[in-house]
C-alpha cells in the first residue's frame, strides 16, 4: 500500500506515490521509479542522493510552501500537512471520507448523538500519525461505519451527519 499525493512544482503538477519509506526510500514521479538516501552535510545543507547520484540541498519553509535550493537551483514546492489535509477532506460534507488508508483507534460518540464543530468523531492512525476526524458543522451523527481497529481504504467512508432538527 503506497501514499499516493500530487504536488505542484514550477507550475506543473506532479503524481506521486511512495513505495517503501525503509530502508531505502522508494518513490515513483509521474511513473518514473526512483529511490533515496539524505545524508547530514557539515555546512547546514542535506546531501541527496537519488538514483546514485548526489546533490546538496538547503530547505526552508515558510508558511504552506517549502523552498528547496539543489545544486544552485531554487524550487518552491506548496505542501499541504497530512494531519490537517486529512481533517479537511474527511469533513467537506456530510460524508466523512478517509484521505488515506488507515486504522480506527478511537470512536467518540455514535448514530444520533448531537455534535458542534471541531468535535472530535474519530481517532484515526494513518502513517504512523494519530489525526482527529472532527465534525465539520454543528449536527447529529446519522452513522459511525467503522469499528476500532478496523482498517480502512482511501476514500472510505467513515462517518455521516445530519443537520440537527
Do not use: C
Not at 500500500?1 to 514550477?10: K, V, Y
Not at 555546512?43 to 548526489?54: Q, T, W
Not at 500537512?81 to 481533517?87: E, L, M, N, R, T
Not at 448514530?111 to 494519530?130: F, N, P, R, Y
Amino acid at each position: 500500500m503506497g501514499l499516493d499525493f500530487n504536488f505542484t512544482l514550477d507550475t506543473v503538477e506532479h503524481a506521486v506515490s511512495i513505495r517503501a519509506r525503509r530502508p531505502t526510500l522508494v518513490v515513483d514521479i509521474d511513473g518514473h521509479g526512483h529511490t533515496a538516501h539524505e545524508y547530514a552535510s557539515a555546512d547546514g545543507a542535506s546531501v541527496l542522493e537519488i538514483d546514485g547520484r548526489r546533490h546538496h540541498v538547503w530547505r526552508v519553509w515558510e508558511g504552506d510552501r517549502l523552498h528547496l535550493r539543489i545544486d544552485g537551483r531554487t524550487f518552491s514546492v506548496g505542501y499541504a500537512d497530512a494531519i490537517v489535509a486529512a481533517q479537511q477532506a474527511a469533513g467537506t460534507d456530510d460524508v466523512l471520507r478517509a484521505d488515506m488508508p488507515g486504522v480506527v483507534v478511537a470512536v467518540h460518540g455514535g448514530a444520533g448523538a448531537a455534535v458542534s464543530a471541531g468535535d472530535t468523531l474519530l481517532v484515526i492512525e494513518s502513517m504512523k500519525m494519530q489525526i482527529n476526524i472532527v465534525a465539520p458543522r454543528d449536527g447529529v451523527i446519522d452513522t459511525i461505519r467503522v469499528a476500532v481497529n478496523d482498517a480502512f481504504d482511501k476514500g472510505a467512508v467513515l462517518a455521516a451527519l445530519h443537520p440537527k432538527d
